[in-house]
Nanobody
Framework: QVQLVESGGGLVQAGGSLRLSCAAS????????MAWYRQVPGKQREVVAS???????MYGDSVKGRFAISRDNAKNAVYLQMNSLKPEDTGVYYC???????????WGQGTQVTVSS
């Protein structure tokens, strides 16, 4: 059974940084594409960034140049370094495994990121 546990969120001022972590279990992590999603109340969950098993990355337009996704296959973990944070980055952040650009694992509890202006 896949389990995803996100951590690292918090309250930060605009312009600050946070590093999110996601620990995965129950999957062959090294072979999976992983992604970070963000959900804002009243809106659909959106992909923020993704990373393939080989380390190729993709980013949403709103975070390009500010966020960096990485992974450590030895630790079954994926990370999201968030720099130059903006109030519009506020939301609950989740990680998931994706197949054909769709999340396929049970969602974890997420981690709240709040950016104050």
């Amino acid at each position: 059974q896949v389990q995803l546990v996100e951590s690292g969120g918090g309250l930060v001022q605009a312009g600050g940084s946070l590093r999110l972590s996601c620990a995965a279990s129950g999957i062959i992590f090294s072979s999976r594409v992983m992604a970070w999603y963000r959900q804002v109340p009243g809106k659909q969950r959106e992909v923020v960034a993704s990373i393939t098993s080989g380390g190729n990355t993709m980013y949403g337009d709103s975070v390009k140049g500010r966020f960096a996704i990485s992974r450590d296959n030895a630790k079954n973990a994926v990370y999201l370094q968030m720099n130059s944070l903006k109030p519009e980055d506020t939301g609950v952040y989740y990680c998931n495994t994706i197949v054909l650009n769709r999340p396929v694992s049970k969602w974890g509890q997420g981690t709240q990121v709040t950016v104050s202006s």
